[in-house]
């Protein structure tokens, strides 16, 4: 998120209202966010000169912590989970120190003149330009182990698997769910490749539209934002309709004709409860809960394996989606006929399950923030594709075996499908504290953007840091909260709102987006001509040999198939936002219409 790392949270805790944990809002560390120096654009090529050196520096500081680690064994691995990272900070220190110092000697050595800038700095903000490099440098200690299971416990959510087997068969869906895992690597990738290239402890990328700021300026940020705030605040509303839904079914006990507490009433709760704990200011030691999240999750899919010798949950499935017990259990290599798919008949059943697949491999928007908190950002492709097949192997294991025993009868979330009480409400309170973290972690950082964004920028409200900034962040959580709450209740019908979450913007996030971000960097990036362009750091000027068509043609035609396939991703990841959306307000429609759905309504939908 712009402006705000989540693996800050995960890793030493920090204020989620502040700008940037590491910036402490110093106007430097604003002028880096906004891509000026001293009343002046940085450049492309400006941003990339900086970040190869900051990988150098990364590099010998990554060597140097190895080396003082020594060899791992396990009681070096169970005493490193409870250090606060400053060996990393001491050796990230030395190697900034190391290489700066290399760079002016090699300088001297030239003959090249060395900016005299740093007794400006000092006067004016306490400290130096190297010293505040240093300072950012030291506060990335995280290694690509944490980061595994932050992305984990960030995109990990198995529960859908077996309803979108059941809208697809086995075939489409087996197809689909592995497509869509290779691709979200790939997305993953070119992430961590921008990534690489344009973050420096200069000017350090700090979220998502960190990217699309340096790569087609101001305005494409305020859109990336938006939208990355829109996300949040629907997952919020998915999140409170989930949790709304299985704290109705604890509430009704053992009786299935007992209606419980009022739907809207559960939903309240699960809403008050995050009234209380966004209003926590520093989350310390995340990175035990985010660890904690993965085996819970795994803990859960065990549970709802274990239920299946009970059958499905045929009145849950009844009060969803309208389908009557009593017929034998069936599933289907292909595309179920009409009547035994819940999610519609034909094309919008399997665009339907499509969309659930989709949001199941929702996850790129927080890797800009993970990366800015890496030790040593380069070994992100290695956090990424363990992620990735651990991720994947769930989803087929698990999507694949409930929908074997349960067929159309499969339950989205499947949790919430199970049909003996006891081991539902087990499956319910694990779920219910999982998805809380994850509630409060998305509500302050999606208020955040929102307050930097439209309140902060455009209404001049103040600084989140301030005192004044800390009573409008009280005030604002419970607004947040109950807008989230509304969108849940007004439109009560779970998997639907997934899909359209996932169709509009996680797809967007996961799969547009990056596409986007590569077809731009790469034709930027191979634009440049080594030998005859070069980026001056004394006059902070790059001395191009051309511009306009002629440049963006050179840049586009040195990769030309890797660079059309990236524009066919784009279009492709358009369409299948487009037929998503479609397919889910299709699908609301006629819920509605059939009486299943009904807003704001003490009858539960399930």
Not at 435 to 449: C, D, T, W
Request: aromatic residues 14%; charged residues 15%.
């Amino acid at each position: 998120m712009a402006g705000l790392p989540p693996a800050n949270l995960a890793l030493e805790g920090g204020d989620p209202r502040k700008l940037s944990f590491q910036a402490e809002n110093t106007t430097a560390a604003v002028a880096a966010r906004d891509g000026t120096a001293k009343g002046r654009a940085v450049s492309f090529e400006e941003y990339m000169y900086y970040a190869e050196i900051t990988r150098a520096e990364e590099k010998e500081a990554n060597a140097r912590f190895i080396a003082a680690r020594g060899p791992r064994t396990w009681k070096t691995l169970i005493k490193g989970r409870f250090s606060k990272g400053r060996l990393a900070k001491d050796t990230g220190a030395e190697a900034v120190g190391s290489i700066t110092t290399a760079g002016v000697e090699k300088s001297s050595q030239r003959g090249d003149p060395i900016q005299a800038t740093e007794s400006a700095d000092t006067a004016r903000y306490g400290y130096t330009e190297a010293q505040r490099e240093t300072a950012g440098r030291a506060l990335r200690t995280a290694s690509w182990g944490t980061i595994f299971y932050l992305i984990t416990t960030d995109i990990l959510g198995p529960v859908g698997a077996p309803w979108s087997f059941a809208q697809l068969g086995y075939g489409p869906g087996i197809a689909l769910y592995t497509v869509f895992s290779v691709m979200s690597y790939y997305s993953g990738w070119i992430l961590w490749k921008v990534f690489c290239g344009l973050d420096s402890n200069k000017y350090p990328v700090r979220g998502y539209g960190d990217f699309f700021f340096r790569m087609f300026g101001q305005g494409a940020r305020h859109f990336v934002n938006v939208a990355q705030a829109l996300q949040l605040l629907l997952t919020v509303s998915v999140l409170i309709l989930s949790n709304g839904q299985s704290i109705s079914q604890i509430s009704r006990g053992n009786s299935a004709d007992s209606m419980g507490i009022c739907f809207v009433a559960c939903m309240l709760i699960f809403m008050a409860a995050g009234f209380v704990l966004g209003q926590i200011r520093t989350l310390q030691r995340l990175g035990w809960l985010t660890n904690l999240s993965v085996w819970l999750n795994v803990a859960l899919v065990l549970l709802c394996m274990v239920s299946v010798m009970y059958g499905p949950n045929y009145a849950a499935i009844e009060a969803s989606f309208g389908l009557a017990p009593g017929m034998p259990i069936q599933k289907f290599a292909g595309t179920p006929p009409p009547g035994l798919a819940t999610g519609g008949e034909g094309f919008i059943a399997s665009i339907n399950g499509l969309n659930v697949a989709v949001y199941a491999y929702g996850g790129a928007l927080l890797f800009a923030a993970l990366m800015a908190e890496m030790r040593h950002p380069m070994d992100f492709w290695k956090s990424l594709l363990i992620a990735e097949v651990f991720i994947y192997g769930v989803y087929m294991f698990f999507g694949l075996f409930m929908y074997s025993y349960q067929g159309q009868y499969s339950y989205n979330p499947s949790v919430q499908g199970i049909a003996v009480y006891s081991v539902q409400t087990a499956g319910n309170i694990l779920s219910l504290v999982s998805n809380l973290i994850a509630a409060v972690l998305y509500s302050n950082i999606g208020l955040k953007v929102v307050y930097v964004e439209v309140f902060h920028e455009l209404l001049k409200f103040p600084d989140l840091t301030t005192r004044m900034g800390k009573i409008w962040w009280a005030v604002l959580i419970p607004v947040y909260w109950a807008v989230a709450f509304i969108v849940g209740a007004v439109v009560p019908q779970f998997s639907y709102v997934v899909g359209l979450v996932g169709a509009l913007f996680i797809l967007s996030f996961t799969y547009t987006f990056p596409a986007w971000l590569a077809v731009g960097y790469w034709i930027k990036k191979d634009a440049m001509i080594e030998g005859m362009e070069r980026f001056d750091p004394t006059t902070n000027t790059y001395n191009y040999v051309d511009q306009g068509w002629k440049r963006w043609r050179r840049g586009f035609m040195k990769k030309p198939f890797f660079n059309s396939f990236n524009v066919f991703y784009f279009l492709g990841a358009l369409v299948t936002c487009a037929l998503g959306c479609y397919s889910s307000i299709e699908s609301l429609r006629q819920a509605f219409e059939s009486e299943i759905a009904t807003s704001l309504s003490c009858t539960p939908p399930l």
